[in-house]
């Protein structure tokens, strides 16, 4: 398998070119060229992967011990300086010399090259004041430093691998229904008088690209609060939207996703079949069955704004969709002022206001 690393250069300057959500083309930051995706097909400098590791290293042993079997160091091929990556699943790096981002190509091809690509429509730019706004309401209870220009410094920008199911669901389902006929009031008591119906469904509901997030190390909770993507914007996958932005390869199989992708087709699919049932007052479903079929599999990168924070041994995490701005996290709160704010200073009022009485004289 090729592991080389690719450079998307700059043909007028030869910088390092990055992904610009404003303008939507490559960008170069020291001449100011311009660039789109079609003029970038085939990288414009390439480099050869050296194995930091090899089987006939003599201290092989103690380098596996010191770095594990997944350290691998690449070349940069911008300037030829080692660059260290110490997972297998990251599809890119930033040489720590000349700072130009390089893509890691080999993690990317054969049954790891993804189909589509959403590119990224928000700016680091837009990232950080979505995450100013929404910490600022809640400011004071959080832990000290989180928010502060130092760590919105470590805001990165991500591809996250996805699978994308086409599929198909097959179900029957029986349900009570009930439509009311009257209400009538005799003193304390009410009286109920309904109709009583079984309503049956048998039928299929056809999905198109239902996501999960193909990631070990992304939180499932996390990527469904930030979806829906708008697949609009799907297109071909095209390496070079990866120059400037983080990107992993996925490593959680189809089959490691399907319970999920199977839970949320069948879940909506009762949904679909319930609001077929109209004209009553309650449904309840007596029997069910439903099964997913002609399952059909996609690969695609998904665009993340991701910042991390650790509070106490804990990690929190801020996550914005890189293309249509919804957001999601957890805030470290600072429990010493929350405590004080919800029971210290409620106290201290009590306080002031009963030796207040009691000097007038009223207690």
Known sequence: MDNGTVAYKCPSCGAGLTYSAESKDFHCIYCGSHFNADMLDAPLHEGTQEAFITEDDPNIEEKRRQFGDESRLY?????????????????????????????????????????????????RGEAIMQFNEWV?????????????????????????????????????????????????RKGDYTYTTEDHSIAVRDGSVVYRRVPADASSRADDALMDSIEPFDYNDLTEFNMSYLSGHNAQRYDVEKDKVLPRINGRVCETSEEVFKSSIIGYNRINVTSKDFRITNINWKQAMMPMWFLTYFYKDKLYYFAMNGQTGKFGGLLPLNKPKLALFSFGIPAIIFAVIYALLTYMGVL
């Open 136 to 184: 600022k309401p809640k400011k004071f209870f959080l832990a000290k430093g989180f928010g502060s220009a130092e760590s919105l410094n470590k805001i990165q920008g991500i591809y996250i691998p996805f699978w994308l199911a086409d599929c198909c669901v097959e179900g029957k389902m029986t349900a009570d229904c009930y439509k009311t006929v009257s209400v009538v």
């Open 75 to 123: 070349m940069c091929p911008s300037c030829g300086a080692a660059i260290f990556t110490d997972s297998e699943v990251s599809a890119t790096a930033e040489c720590y010399y000349c700072h130009s981002p390089a893509v890691l190509s080999g993690r990317l091809s054969g049954e790891f090259r993804p189909d589509l690509i959403i590119p990224f429509k928000k700016s």
